[in-house]
Protein backbone atom coordinates (compact mmCIF):
# COMPACT_ATOMS: atom_id res chain seq x y z
CA UNK A 1 0.00 0.00 0.00
CA UNK A 2 1.15 3.31 -0.92
CA UNK A 3 1.66 5.22 2.56
CA UNK A 4 2.50 8.78 1.13
CA UNK A 5 -0.56 8.81 -1.22
CA UNK A 6 -2.92 7.69 1.91
CA UNK A 7 -1.27 11.09 3.56
CA UNK A 8 -1.68 13.52 0.06
CA UNK A 9 -5.30 12.20 -0.04
CA UNK A 10 -5.74 12.41 3.73
CA UNK A 11 -4.74 16.19 3.85
CA UNK A 12 -6.06 17.06 1.28
CA UNK A 13 -9.73 16.40 2.68
CA UNK A 14 -8.43 18.01 6.14
CA UNK A 15 -7.91 21.03 4.53
CA UNK A 16 -11.32 21.39 2.63
CA UNK A 17 -12.40 20.83 5.86
CA UNK A 18 -13.98 16.90 5.58
CA UNK A 19 -12.35 16.19 8.80
CA UNK A 20 -14.47 12.82 9.73
CA UNK A 21 -12.83 11.50 6.21
CA UNK A 22 -8.95 12.96 7.09
CA UNK A 23 -9.55 11.23 10.48
CA UNK A 24 -10.55 8.12 9.37
CA UNK A 25 -7.65 7.57 6.75
CA UNK A 26 -4.53 9.33 9.21
CA UNK A 27 -5.83 6.56 11.69
CA UNK A 28 -5.45 3.94 9.42
CA UNK A 29 -1.97 5.39 8.28
CA UNK A 30 -0.95 5.14 12.14
CA UNK A 31 -1.92 1.33 11.87
CA UNK A 32 0.14 0.77 9.07
CA UNK A 33 3.03 3.34 9.88
CA UNK A 34 3.00 3.74 13.71
CA UNK A 35 5.63 6.28 13.40
CA UNK A 36 4.24 8.50 10.46
CA UNK A 37 4.71 11.78 12.28
CA UNK A 38 2.21 13.90 10.03
CA UNK A 39 -0.37 11.53 10.16
CA UNK A 40 0.02 11.16 14.36
CA UNK A 41 0.30 15.39 14.34
CA UNK A 42 -2.33 15.82 12.16
CA UNK A 43 -4.55 13.63 13.44
CA UNK A 44 -3.97 15.58 17.26
CA UNK A 45 -4.55 18.84 15.22
CA UNK A 46 -8.57 17.15 14.37
CA UNK A 47 -8.69 16.36 17.43
CA UNK A 48 -8.35 19.56 19.10
CA UNK A 49 -10.73 21.12 16.83
CA UNK A 50 -13.30 18.34 18.13
CA UNK A 51 -12.03 18.92 21.59
CA UNK A 52 -10.69 15.98 22.19
CA UNK A 53 -7.48 17.60 24.15
CA UNK A 54 -6.78 14.37 26.05
CA UNK A 55 -6.18 11.98 23.56
CA UNK A 56 -4.81 14.54 20.75
CA UNK A 57 -2.37 15.08 23.79
CA UNK A 58 -1.14 11.20 22.84
CA UNK A 59 -0.53 11.16 19.30
CA UNK A 60 1.12 14.62 19.58
CA UNK A 61 3.55 13.46 21.84
CA UNK A 62 4.29 10.46 20.03
CA UNK A 63 5.23 12.50 17.11
CA UNK A 64 7.55 14.91 19.13
CA UNK A 65 9.30 11.39 20.80
CA UNK A 66 9.97 11.17 16.96
CA UNK A 67 10.80 14.42 15.99
CA UNK A 68 11.42 16.55 18.97
CA UNK A 69 12.01 19.75 16.91
CA UNK A 70 8.82 19.27 14.52
CA UNK A 71 7.71 22.65 15.05
CA UNK A 72 3.99 21.92 13.52
CA UNK A 73 3.63 19.09 16.44
CA UNK A 74 5.34 21.51 19.50
CA UNK A 75 2.26 24.27 17.98
CA UNK A 76 -0.40 21.54 18.29
CA UNK A 77 0.72 20.32 21.99
CA UNK A 78 0.62 24.08 22.75
CA UNK A 79 -3.00 23.75 21.60
CA UNK A 80 -3.75 20.28 23.23
CA UNK A 81 -2.61 22.27 26.62
CA UNK A 82 -4.28 25.61 26.06
CA UNK A 83 -7.83 23.75 25.52
CA UNK A 84 -7.06 21.82 28.44
CA UNK A 85 -6.74 25.32 30.48
CA UNK A 86 -2.76 24.48 30.99
CA UNK A 87 -2.05 28.20 29.87
CA UNK A 88 1.89 28.60 31.35
CA UNK A 89 2.68 25.15 29.96
CA UNK A 90 1.17 26.04 26.55
CA UNK A 91 2.93 29.10 26.23
CA UNK A 92 6.22 27.19 26.68
CA UNK A 93 5.39 24.85 23.37
CA UNK A 94 4.64 27.63 21.19
CA UNK A 95 8.29 29.30 22.25
CA UNK A 96 10.06 25.65 21.54
CA UNK A 97 8.03 25.75 17.93
CA UNK A 98 9.12 29.44 17.50
CA UNK A 99 12.56 28.97 18.06
CA UNK A 100 12.94 26.51 15.07
CA UNK A 101 10.17 28.63 12.76
CA UNK A 102 10.36 32.18 14.35
CA UNK A 103 8.00 33.62 11.46
CA UNK A 104 5.29 30.58 12.07
CA UNK A 105 2.35 32.72 12.35
CA UNK A 106 0.23 30.20 13.93
CA UNK A 107 2.13 29.61 16.54
CA UNK A 108 2.56 33.11 17.31
CA UNK A 109 -1.17 34.04 17.09
CA UNK A 110 -1.70 30.78 19.72
CA UNK A 111 1.31 32.38 21.85
CA UNK A 112 -0.78 35.69 21.79
CA UNK A 113 -3.87 34.65 22.90
CA UNK A 114 -2.81 32.00 25.46
CA UNK A 115 -0.96 35.24 27.11
CA UNK A 116 -4.64 36.81 27.01
CA UNK A 117 -6.44 34.32 28.36
CA UNK A 118 -3.95 34.30 31.79
CA UNK A 119 -4.70 38.27 31.81
CA UNK A 120 -1.34 39.06 30.41
CA UNK A 121 -2.97 41.32 27.97
CA UNK A 122 0.19 43.96 27.44
CA UNK A 123 2.44 41.21 26.61
CA UNK A 124 0.07 39.92 23.68
CA UNK A 125 -0.72 43.27 21.72
CA UNK A 126 3.03 43.15 19.86
CA UNK A 127 2.59 39.71 19.42
CA UNK A 128 -0.35 39.82 17.64
CA UNK A 129 1.15 43.17 15.66
CA UNK A 130 3.60 41.26 14.62
CA UNK A 131 1.04 38.82 13.55
CA UNK A 132 -0.45 40.68 11.68
CA UNK A 133 2.56 42.40 9.94
CA UNK A 134 3.45 38.64 8.28
CA UNK A 135 -0.05 38.36 7.25
CA UNK A 136 -2.34 40.92 7.45
CA UNK A 137 -5.36 39.03 6.23
CA UNK A 138 -5.31 36.83 8.87
CA UNK A 139 -8.61 37.15 10.11
CA UNK A 140 -8.32 35.04 13.36
CA UNK A 141 -5.26 37.17 14.78
CA UNK A 142 -7.25 40.22 13.79
CA UNK A 143 -10.28 38.96 16.05
CA UNK A 144 -7.89 37.81 19.04
CA UNK A 145 -6.28 40.97 19.06
CA UNK A 146 -9.91 42.82 19.55
CA UNK A 147 -10.41 40.74 22.32
CA UNK A 148 -7.03 41.53 23.75
CA UNK A 149 -7.44 45.24 23.44
CA UNK A 150 -11.27 45.13 24.88
CA UNK A 151 -9.54 43.63 27.86
CA UNK A 152 -7.27 46.59 27.81
CA UNK A 153 -10.28 48.57 27.62
CA UNK A 154 -9.03 50.20 24.46
CA UNK A 155 -12.20 49.98 23.34
CA UNK A 156 -11.93 52.02 19.40
CA UNK A 157 -9.17 49.95 18.85
CA UNK A 158 -10.53 46.75 19.59
CA UNK A 159 -13.65 48.07 17.09
CA UNK A 160 -11.18 48.36 14.67
CA UNK A 161 -9.66 45.08 14.91
CA UNK A 162 -13.01 43.44 14.38
CA UNK A 163 -14.21 45.16 11.60
CA UNK A 164 -11.04 44.55 9.72
CA UNK A 165 -11.77 40.95 10.84
CA UNK A 166 -15.11 41.53 9.06
CA UNK A 167 -13.88 43.11 6.40
CA UNK A 168 -11.40 39.78 5.77
CA UNK A 169 -14.07 37.18 6.05
CA UNK A 170 -17.58 38.93 5.79
CA UNK A 171 -19.18 35.76 7.16
CA UNK A 172 -17.23 35.68 10.38
CA UNK A 173 -19.99 34.99 12.90
CA UNK A 174 -17.91 35.83 16.32
CA UNK A 175 -16.19 39.16 15.33
CA UNK A 176 -19.92 40.54 14.57
CA UNK A 177 -20.84 39.13 17.53
CA UNK A 178 -17.81 40.70 19.73
CA UNK A 179 -18.62 43.76 17.63
CA UNK A 180 -21.94 43.87 18.54
CA UNK A 181 -21.44 43.69 22.38
CA UNK A 182 -19.16 46.23 22.00
CA UNK A 183 -21.30 48.42 20.01
CA UNK A 184 -23.99 49.07 22.61
CA UNK A 185 -21.25 48.72 25.02
CA UNK A 186 -20.58 52.29 23.72
CA UNK A 187 -23.97 53.29 23.49
CA UNK A 188 -24.05 52.69 19.51
CA UNK A 189 -28.12 50.61 19.72
CA UNK A 190 -28.67 51.19 16.24
CA UNK A 191 -25.79 49.31 15.00
CA UNK A 192 -24.96 47.24 17.95
CA UNK A 193 -28.55 45.68 18.51
CA UNK A 194 -28.55 44.81 14.63
CA UNK A 195 -25.63 42.89 14.86
CA UNK A 196 -26.53 41.00 18.09
CA UNK A 197 -28.57 39.12 15.62
CA UNK A 198 -25.13 36.96 14.71
CA UNK A 199 -25.55 35.70 18.20
CA UNK A 200 -28.57 33.02 16.85
CA UNK A 201 -25.67 31.94 14.61
CA UNK A 202 -22.95 30.80 16.85
CA UNK A 203 -22.51 27.43 17.29
CA UNK A 204 -23.28 27.62 21.25
CA UNK A 205 -26.84 29.06 20.00
CA UNK A 206 -28.22 25.88 19.20
CA UNK A 207 -30.68 25.83 21.59
CA UNK A 208 -32.29 29.33 19.54
CA UNK A 209 -35.85 27.89 18.22
CA UNK A 210 -35.43 27.24 14.33
CA UNK A 211 -38.05 28.45 12.59
CA UNK A 212 -38.83 29.34 8.48
CA UNK A 213 -37.81 33.15 8.00
CA UNK A 214 -40.78 34.13 7.18
CA UNK A 215 -42.57 34.07 10.25
CA UNK A 216 -39.64 35.50 12.30
CA UNK A 217 -41.12 39.28 13.41
CA UNK A 218 -38.66 41.53 13.56
CA UNK A 219 -41.15 44.75 13.95
CA UNK A 220 -42.40 44.16 9.80
CA UNK A 221 -45.44 42.83 9.97
CA UNK A 222 -48.87 43.59 11.18
CA UNK A 223 -49.56 42.07 14.76
CA UNK A 224 -53.30 43.25 15.11
CA UNK A 225 -55.27 39.79 15.43
CA UNK A 226 -52.27 37.50 15.53
CA UNK A 227 -50.54 35.24 17.90
CA UNK A 228 -46.69 36.05 18.43
CA UNK A 229 -44.39 33.29 20.16
CA UNK A 230 -41.83 35.16 22.00
CA UNK A 231 -38.87 32.79 22.94
CA UNK A 232 -36.91 33.02 26.41
CA UNK A 233 -33.32 33.15 25.85
CA UNK A 234 -30.30 33.78 27.96
CA UNK A 235 -30.31 34.70 31.97
CA UNK A 236 -32.71 35.65 33.58
CA UNK A 237 -31.49 38.84 34.25
CA UNK A 238 -31.87 39.64 30.05
CA UNK A 239 -35.60 38.18 30.00
CA UNK A 240 -36.31 40.74 33.40
CA UNK A 241 -34.56 43.72 31.38
CA UNK A 242 -35.79 42.91 27.87
CA UNK A 243 -39.69 41.81 29.14
CA UNK A 244 -40.85 45.40 29.13
CA UNK A 245 -41.05 44.87 25.66
CA UNK A 246 -44.43 42.83 26.16
CA UNK A 247 -46.06 45.76 26.85
CA UNK A 248 -45.51 47.46 23.51
CA UNK A 249 -46.79 43.57 21.70
CA UNK A 250 -49.19 43.49 23.77
CA UNK A 251 -50.18 47.15 22.37
CA UNK A 252 -49.82 46.35 18.60
CA UNK A 253 -53.33 43.89 18.95
CA UNK A 254 -51.22 40.70 19.29
CA UNK A 255 -51.84 37.66 21.16
CA UNK A 256 -48.86 36.46 23.32
CA UNK A 257 -47.10 33.08 23.61
CA UNK A 258 -44.59 32.60 26.06
CA UNK A 259 -42.08 30.10 27.32
CA UNK A 260 -41.22 32.30 30.00
CA UNK A 261 -38.89 30.55 32.97
CA UNK A 262 -41.29 28.77 36.02
CA UNK A 263 -39.04 31.15 38.18
CA UNK A 264 -40.42 34.61 36.50
CA UNK A 265 -44.01 33.59 35.79
CA UNK A 266 -45.41 35.84 38.60
CA UNK A 267 -43.68 38.19 38.05
CA UNK A 268 -44.44 38.21 34.49
CA UNK A 269 -48.17 37.84 35.74
CA UNK A 270 -48.15 40.97 37.61
CA UNK A 271 -47.45 42.93 33.91
CA UNK A 272 -51.40 42.23 33.33
CA UNK A 273 -50.59 41.29 29.90
CA UNK A 274 -52.93 38.32 29.08
CA UNK A 275 -50.47 36.20 28.01
CA UNK A 276 -50.77 32.28 27.61
CA UNK A 277 -47.87 30.02 28.53
CA UNK A 278 -46.47 27.33 25.88
CA UNK A 279 -46.22 24.11 28.96
CA UNK A 280 -49.86 25.16 29.15
CA UNK A 281 -51.01 24.25 26.13
CA UNK A 282 -51.45 20.66 23.98
CA UNK A 283 -51.59 22.07 20.74
CA UNK A 284 -49.32 24.94 19.88
CA UNK A 285 -50.28 27.58 17.36
CA UNK A 286 -48.56 30.51 16.28
CA UNK A 287 -48.10 33.03 13.43
CA UNK A 288 -44.74 34.68 14.35
CA UNK A 289 -42.27 34.30 16.34
CA UNK A 290 -39.81 36.65 18.20
CA UNK A 291 -36.75 35.90 20.54
CA UNK A 292 -37.24 38.08 23.56
CA UNK A 293 -34.24 39.82 23.01
CA UNK A 294 -34.65 40.49 19.73
CA UNK A 295 -37.90 42.79 20.78
CA UNK A 296 -34.96 45.51 21.53
CA UNK A 297 -34.56 45.18 17.94
CA UNK A 298 -38.01 44.81 16.64
CA UNK A 299 -39.00 47.92 17.89
CA UNK A 300 -35.76 49.74 17.29
CA UNK A 301 -34.38 50.73 20.32
CA UNK A 302 -31.62 53.53 20.94
CA UNK A 303 -30.60 54.77 24.16
CA UNK A 304 -33.71 57.60 23.89
CA UNK A 305 -36.62 55.09 23.16
CA UNK A 306 -36.00 52.48 25.76
CA UNK A 307 -39.60 51.73 27.02
CA UNK A 308 -40.86 51.13 30.62
CA UNK A 309 -38.83 53.84 32.38
CA UNK A 310 -41.71 53.43 34.96
CA UNK A 311 -41.93 49.92 36.93
CA UNK A 312 -42.99 46.73 34.84
CA UNK A 313 -42.81 44.35 37.84
CA UNK A 314 -45.02 44.52 40.57
CA UNK A 315 -45.05 42.55 43.86
CA UNK A 316 -48.01 40.38 44.70
CA UNK A 317 -49.93 42.08 47.40
CA UNK A 318 -49.99 39.48 49.91
CA UNK A 319 -46.51 38.71 49.68
CA UNK A 320 -45.57 42.73 50.00
CA UNK A 321 -47.64 42.74 52.90
CA UNK A 322 -46.23 39.74 54.55
CA UNK A 323 -42.19 41.33 54.09
CA UNK A 324 -43.65 44.38 55.33
CA UNK A 325 -44.40 42.92 58.51
CA UNK A 326 -41.75 40.72 58.51
CA UNK A 327 -39.47 44.12 58.84
CA UNK A 328 -41.47 46.63 61.12
CA UNK A 329 -39.12 46.06 63.31
CA UNK A 330 -36.38 47.30 61.87
CA UNK A 331 -36.24 51.02 62.32
CA UNK A 332 -33.30 51.68 60.59
CA UNK A 333 -32.02 52.14 56.99
CA UNK A 334 -32.72 48.64 55.48
CA UNK A 335 -30.12 47.91 52.59
CA UNK A 336 -30.15 44.48 50.32
CA UNK A 337 -27.17 43.09 49.56
CA UNK A 338 -26.46 40.39 46.81
CA UNK A 339 -22.86 39.51 46.06
CA UNK A 340 -22.46 36.53 44.04
CA UNK A 341 -24.06 35.39 40.33
CA UNK A 342 -24.81 32.21 39.00
CA UNK A 343 -21.20 30.53 39.50
CA UNK A 344 -21.91 28.72 35.87
CA UNK A 345 -22.27 31.82 34.08
CA UNK A 346 -18.86 32.53 32.39
CA UNK A 347 -17.35 35.36 33.67
CA UNK A 348 -18.73 34.64 37.25
CA UNK A 349 -15.15 34.73 38.81
CA UNK A 350 -15.17 38.21 37.43
CA UNK A 351 -18.28 39.67 38.57
CA UNK A 352 -19.17 38.00 41.97
CA UNK A 353 -17.22 38.63 44.97
CA UNK A 354 -17.38 37.83 48.58
CA UNK A 355 -19.03 38.45 51.68
CA UNK A 356 -15.50 39.48 53.31
CA UNK A 357 -15.06 42.43 50.31
CA UNK A 358 -18.22 43.99 51.62
CA UNK A 359 -17.52 43.66 55.41
CA UNK A 360 -16.08 47.13 55.69
CA UNK A 361 -19.81 48.24 55.55
CA UNK A 362 -21.10 46.48 58.37
CA UNK A 363 -19.45 49.21 60.35
CA UNK A 364 -22.53 51.74 59.74
CA UNK A 365 -25.65 51.70 61.84
CA UNK A 366 -28.00 50.05 59.67
CA UNK A 367 -30.32 47.56 58.93
CA UNK A 368 -28.81 44.93 55.93
CA UNK A 369 -30.56 42.39 54.13
CA UNK A 370 -28.96 39.19 52.40
CA UNK A 371 -30.23 38.53 48.79
CA UNK A 372 -28.59 35.10 48.78
CA UNK A 373 -29.87 31.96 49.03
CA UNK A 374 -26.59 29.68 49.04
CA UNK A 375 -23.18 30.34 51.06
CA UNK A 376 -19.71 29.33 50.61
CA UNK A 377 -18.45 27.90 54.07
CA UNK A 378 -16.23 31.74 54.27
CA UNK A 379 -19.48 33.50 53.87
CA UNK A 380 -21.51 31.46 56.83
CA UNK A 381 -18.51 31.40 58.99
CA UNK A 382 -18.81 35.61 58.77
CA UNK A 383 -22.67 35.46 59.28
CA UNK A 384 -22.17 34.88 62.46
CA UNK A 385 -19.82 37.73 63.50
CA UNK A 386 -21.76 40.26 61.51
CA UNK A 387 -25.20 41.23 64.16
CA UNK A 388 -26.48 43.90 61.54
CA UNK A 389 -26.91 41.32 58.78
CA UNK A 390 -30.16 39.20 58.21
CA UNK A 391 -29.90 35.98 56.56
CA UNK A 392 -33.56 35.40 54.71
CA UNK A 393 -32.50 32.80 52.48
CA UNK A 394 -35.82 30.46 53.30
CA UNK A 395 -38.08 33.11 53.12
CA UNK A 396 -36.53 34.42 49.71
CA UNK A 397 -36.97 31.19 47.72
CA UNK A 398 -39.25 32.35 44.59
CA UNK A 399 -38.70 35.51 43.03
CA UNK A 400 -41.72 36.71 44.01
CA UNK A 401 -40.89 36.17 47.45
CA UNK A 402 -37.62 38.19 47.06
CA UNK A 403 -39.27 40.98 45.16
CA UNK A 404 -41.51 40.99 48.34
CA UNK A 405 -38.28 42.01 50.37
CA UNK A 406 -36.58 44.42 47.95
CA UNK A 407 -40.33 46.11 47.94
CA UNK A 408 -39.89 46.84 51.68
CA UNK A 409 -36.00 47.87 51.71
CA UNK A 410 -34.54 50.99 51.08
CA UNK A 411 -32.19 50.25 48.34
CA UNK A 412 -30.46 47.09 47.03
CA UNK A 413 -26.24 47.16 45.88
CA UNK A 414 -25.69 44.38 43.78
CA UNK A 415 -22.95 42.73 41.83
CA UNK A 416 -24.39 42.16 38.38
CA UNK A 417 -26.84 39.21 38.34
CA UNK A 418 -30.91 39.08 37.64
CA UNK A 419 -31.46 40.47 41.30
CA UNK A 420 -30.11 43.49 39.86
CA UNK A 421 -32.48 43.57 37.21
CA UNK A 422 -35.94 42.60 39.07
CA UNK A 423 -34.82 45.71 41.91
CA UNK A 424 -34.55 47.69 38.81
CA UNK A 425 -37.50 46.18 36.84
CA UNK A 426 -39.87 46.73 40.45
CA UNK A 427 -38.47 50.70 40.01
CA UNK A 428 -36.65 50.58 43.93
CA UNK A 429 -33.03 52.11 44.24
CA UNK A 430 -30.29 50.22 43.06
CA UNK A 431 -26.38 50.55 43.12
CA UNK A 432 -24.71 47.69 41.07
CA UNK A 433 -21.17 46.85 41.40
CA UNK A 434 -19.66 46.64 38.42
CA UNK A 435 -16.15 45.18 38.27
CA UNK A 436 -15.48 45.11 34.54
CA UNK A 437 -17.36 46.96 31.16
CA UNK A 438 -20.41 45.20 30.44
CA UNK A 439 -22.51 46.25 27.86
CA UNK A 440 -25.67 46.24 29.16
CA UNK A 441 -24.49 49.03 31.82
CA UNK A 442 -22.88 50.70 28.89
CA UNK A 443 -19.63 53.01 29.71
CA UNK A 444 -18.23 55.76 31.50
CA UNK A 445 -21.80 56.83 33.16
CA UNK A 446 -23.33 56.25 36.78
CA UNK A 447 -26.61 56.07 35.93
CA UNK A 448 -28.85 53.49 33.54
CA UNK A 449 -31.09 54.23 30.78
CA UNK A 450 -32.89 50.72 31.63
CA UNK A 451 -33.58 51.36 35.15
CA UNK A 452 -34.05 55.25 35.92
CA UNK A 453 -33.31 54.41 39.93
CA UNK A 454 -29.83 53.12 39.35
CA UNK A 455 -26.14 54.04 39.78
CA UNK A 456 -23.40 52.20 39.09
CA UNK A 457 -19.98 51.92 40.88
CA UNK A 458 -17.52 50.89 38.76
CA UNK A 459 -13.35 49.43 39.46
CA UNK A 460 -10.92 51.54 38.54
CA UNK A 461 -8.57 48.94 38.29
CA UNK A 462 -8.95 45.21 37.53
CA UNK A 463 -9.83 42.89 41.24
CA UNK A 464 -9.82 45.78 43.41
CA UNK A 465 -13.11 45.46 45.36
CA UNK A 466 -11.78 47.73 47.89
CA UNK A 467 -12.01 50.56 46.82
CA UNK A 468 -15.47 50.28 45.12
CA UNK A 469 -16.63 49.05 48.80
CA UNK A 470 -14.87 52.44 50.98
CA UNK A 471 -16.68 54.64 47.88
CA UNK A 472 -20.09 52.76 48.47
CA UNK A 473 -19.57 52.83 52.27
CA UNK A 474 -18.61 56.78 52.03
CA UNK A 475 -22.12 57.09 49.64
CA UNK A 476 -24.19 55.07 52.62
CA UNK A 477 -23.07 57.73 54.93
CA UNK A 478 -25.33 60.41 53.30
CA UNK A 479 -28.08 58.31 52.87
CA UNK A 480 -31.49 59.05 55.24
CA UNK A 481 -34.44 56.39 55.62
CA UNK A 482 -36.86 56.84 53.49
Known sequence: MDIQF??????????????????????????????????????GSILNTKENFEKSLSFVNRALEIKPDYADALNNKGNCLKGLNRFDEAIKYYKKALIIKPDFVGALNNLATSYNSI?????????FKKVIELKPNYY???????????????????????????????????????????????????????????????NRAKKYPQFDNDI????????????????????????????RYLLL????????????????????????????????????????HCSIVSLAL???????????????????????????????????????LKWTGNSSYVDDMNRSTTLKELKPLFDLPYDFHSLEIEYTKEDEALLNNITNLKCHKKDIMGL??????????????????????????????????????????????????????????????GGDWKTMVDKVKQDLKLLKKI
Open 6 to 43: LVNKAIKLHVRGKVDKAEEIYKKIINIDPNNIISLNNL
Open 119 to 127: GRHEEAIPI
Open 140 to 202: EALYNQGICLYNLNLFDEAKDSYEKAIKVKPDFIEAYYNLSLLQMLQGNYKEGIKNYEWRKKR
Open 216 to 243: EWLGDKDLKNKIIYISKEQGLGDYIQYC
Open 249 to 288: VKNLGATILLDTPKILKPMIETMSIDCAYLDNLKKIKFDY
Open 298 to 336: AFKTTLDTIPSKEPYFFTPKNIKLNWEKKLNGFKRLNIG
Open 400 to 461: DNTAGLIENLDLVISVNTSIAHLTGALGKKLWVLLPVPEYRWLLKRQDSPWYPKTKIYRQIK
